[in-house]
């Protein structure tokens, strides 16, 4: 659909075609990509230098950066953020722009969401608590961009002549608002995969931290309690 349908056919001449375009190939394919767990194959299953390697960008600090809920929710802000700027356009109708997209996005959302999905990726339980609550920051801030195409009254990309095609195709203004629906809709309802991936770190890492607290000594969680109390003293 993304490449031969409707919206491949008529993503470089509608603004609805080319937003369902993107959002899908940022949101829907690394998604799917994710589940499959391509990373986690080639570490336990790959030759090994390729696991290694694939070990080392896992456990690198820009991967681990990039797959949190502080930095994800700015990234696909900025993304949808373009589409309110000329920049929009230009890239809509140019072929390059196209064959830039189709490689490009899905690689920035898989980069963005692999981490989550990632068992070798550990963080500390209070790190996933604040994950949640900024991951709920985020079902609002991802859907700024469809809700400014929605409201605004003229077109924002400035493309105002419009598309040549069949007769149904809607005016630049209408295609603008039709673009902001579907963006507004899409970035609600992809969040709720990532939802579902930081609930399922955070029964990974509570369960981990209380092994590491079965596993204690008398003696050394005699220890660490002191430790605590001395720190907070």
């Known amino acids: 659909m993304l490449q031969f349908g409707i919206v491949g056919m008529y993503d470089q001449t509608l603004r609805w075609a080319f937003v369902l ?3 899908l190939l940022f949101f829907a394919v690394p998604t799917f990509a994710a589940f499959a767990a391509p990373v986690t194959l080639l570490r336990t299953g790959g030759p090994a230098r390729l696991a290694h390697a694939a070990s080392a960008v896992m456990g690198s600090r820009p991967v681990r950066v990039l797959g949190t809920a502080i930095v994800s929710p700015l990234v696909a802000l900025a ?3 373009l589409l309110l700027t000329p920049l929009s356009a230009a890239l809509r109708t140019s072929s390059v722009g196209a064959v830039a997209i189709t490689v490009l996005v899905p690689l920035l959302g898989f980069a963005l969401l692999a981490p989550l999905s990632e068992p070798g990726v550990l963080r500390s339980s209070t790190f996933v608590t604040a994950e949640f609550l900024l991951a709920f920051v985020e079902l609002m801030l991802d859907a700024i961009p469809g809700i400014v195409l929605r409201i605004t009254n003229h077109v924002l990309d400035g493309a105002t002549v419009m ?3 069949p007769a149904w195709f809607p005016s630049p203004l209408r295609d603008q608002h039709l673009a902001g629906d579907l963006l507004w809709f899409i970035a609600e309802v992809a ?5 579902i991936s930081l609930f399922v ?11 590491d607290v079965d596993a204690l000594s008398d003696e050394e969680m005699d220890a660490l309690t002191r430790a605590h109390l001395a720190r907070r003293d």
């Open 21 to 23: 375009r993107l959002a």
């Open 79 to 81: 993304l949808f953020c």
């Open 163 to 165: 598309a040549s095609g």
């Open 191 to 195: 969040d709720v995969p990532v939802l």
């Open 201 to 211: 770190r955070w029964q990974r890492t509570d369960r981990r931290e209380a092994d």
